[in-house]
């Protein structure tokens, strides 16, 4: 049959594949064909996420893309892709007044050196096939002023800013770079992060009146894996449920 959102034949690497969305994203991709190759810290999280995967040929490499020689090792072990989904993330909801340095350095490593090392050593090594795609996970934290979440949204807009970077340097390879942007999204960095009373109340302010869902977010990351979104690049695609329109 006939889909143009069908990734047969593309091998893919998603992080922070072992819950939320890179989970999501990994199982998904794998059920519209694709190898997968996924990676993140907790082995046992990681094989729970390759159970639920279809087919055949995918990957796990435990790997803490923090470390340069773990990055080294992951792209060294894994061979050629058509596509990453740079997703790992984490959070630390603190007012301004009370961030401290320890607190910036262990978000910006996860959410932005690993992921733009990470990319940079795929891209040096010609690791990501000509008709790539690069999909990075940011948030509309990057564009809403909430108070507590400034660390956070920072980090995320910096890969938004970092994506558009690659959509032009990258372009001339005719390997495309984009960002999904989603709004809360029901996982386990929610839950850490945020009282269900703070997020009942949150919820009346998405049009839709609740919460993304993991797959929600995946079916967009796929769509910008796929052939179907081949002519475009550097583009900032919002998933939030209504939540921007207040």
Same mark, same amino acid.
């Given at each position: 049959?006939?889909? !143009?959102? #069908?990734?047969?034949?593309?091998?893919?690497? /998603?992080t922070?594949?072992?819950?939320?969305?890179?989970?999501? &994203?990994?199982?998904?991709?794998?059920?519209?064909?694709?190898?997968?190759?996924?990676?993140?810290?907790?082995?046992?999280?990681?094989?729970?996420? +390759?159970?639920?995967?279809?087919?055949?040929?995918?990957?796990?490499?435990?790997?803490?893309?923090? $470390?340069?020689?773990?990055?080294?090792?992951?792209?060294?072990?894994?061979?050629?892709?058509?596509?990453?989904?740079?997703?790992?993330?984490?959070?630390? !909801?603190? !007012?301004?007044?009370f961030?401290?340095?320890?607190?910036?350095?262990?978000v %910006?490593?996860?959410?932005?050196?690993?992921?733009?090392? +990470? &990319?940079?050593?795929?891209? $040096?090594?010609?690791?990501?096939?000509?008709?790539?795609? +690069?999909?990075?996970?940011?948030?509309?934290?990057s564009r =809403?002023? /909430?108070?507590?979440?400034?660390? %956070?949204?920072?980090?995320?807009?910096?890969?938004?800013?970092?994506?558009r970077s690659?959509?032009?340097?990258?372009?001339?390879k005719?390997?495309?770079?984009?960002?999904?942007l989603?709004?809360?999204v029901?996982?386990?960095?929610?839950?850490n992060?945020?009282t269900?009373?703070?997020?009942?109340?949150?919820? #009346?302010?998405?049009? +839709?009146?609740?919460?993304?869902? !993991?797959?929600?977010?995946?079916?967009a990351?796929?769509?910008?894996?796929?052939?179907? #979104?081949?002519?475009? &690049?550097? &583009?900032?695609?919002?998933?939030?449920?209504?939540?921007? =329109?207040?």
């Amino acid at each position: 049959m006939y889909n !143009p959102y #069908s990734l047969e034949g593309k091998r893919i690497l /998603v992080t922070g594949a072992s819950s939320g969305i890179g989970r999501a &994203t990994a199982i998904e991709c794998s059920r519209l064909g694709a190898s997968v190759c996924i990676t993140g810290r907790n082995e046992e999280r990681l094989q729970e996420t +390759l159970e639920n995967m279809e087919g055949n040929g995918h990957q796990i490499v435990i790997a803490d893309l923090t $470390k340069a020689e773990d990055i080294d090792m992951l792209v060294a072990s894994t061979g050629q892709f058509d596509g990453l989904v740079n997703n790992a993330g984490i959070g630390c !909801p603190k !007012p301004v007044s009370f961030i401290k340095l320890s607190d910036l350095e262990s978000v %910006y490593k996860t959410n932005v050196f690993a992921c733009m090392m +990470l &990319t940079k050593a795929l891209i $040096k090594k010609k690791r990501i096939n000509k008709g790539g795609s +690069l999909v990075f996970t940011s948030s509309i934290s990057s564009r =809403l002023n /909430v108070p507590g979440n400034a660390i %956070y949204a920072s980090s995320k807009a910096a890969i938004t800013s970092y994506m558009r970077s690659c959509a032009i340097e990258l372009g001339d390879k005719q390997i495309r770079s984009n960002a999904v942007l989603p709004g809360m999204v029901e996982t386990q960095l929610i839950q850490n992060n945020y009282t269900k009373e703070d997020m009942e109340k949150d919820k #009346s302010l998405y049009a +839709l009146g609740r919460y993304g869902k !993991p797959e929600d977010i995946a079916h967009a990351i796929i769509y910008l894996l796929s052939d179907a #979104s081949k002519w475009v &690049t550097g &583009t900032s695609l919002v998933i939030d449920g209504g939540r921007l =329109l207040h």
